[in-house]
């Protein structure tokens, strides 16, 4: 399915679209198997969080957060939250090393 351009002018075409998108994916995103961060804002008007969740129930690893406030610029106005659970996503996803000495 091909998406136009056009379709973007009101904030209700956006959900629209994005309700679109996922609906159309679906069957792909359901196999991305790698652990995936989802960080949403509850006061998102274009991409509420409705998509997150809709989102975080196709991808089989998925971990999602919603924070107050924020917008659609959620990473700009909360950058330290943001940050944080993205630090400790990858961390807890990173494999630890370990050396095993030959016997």
Do not use: N
């Not at 406030?69 to 990473?75: I, K, P, Q, T, W």
């Amino acid at each position: 399915m091909r998406y136009e351009l056009h379709y973007w002018p009101t904030i209700r075409g956006r959900g629209e679209f994005v309700r679109l998108a996922l609906e159309a994916a679906g069957a792909g995103v359901r196999e991305i198997a790698i652990p995936a961060l989802l960080i949403w804002s509850d006061s998102d008007v274009i991409s509420p969080v409705a998509v997150g969740t809709k989102l975080g129930a196709l991808l089989p690893r998925a971990e999602l957060h919603v924070l107050r406030g924020g917008g659609h610029d959620l990473a700009t106005r909360q950058a330290t939250e943001v940050a944080s659970l993205i630090a400790c996503h990858i961390e807890s996803e990173v494999p630890k090393t370990s050396i095993v000495s030959p016997e």
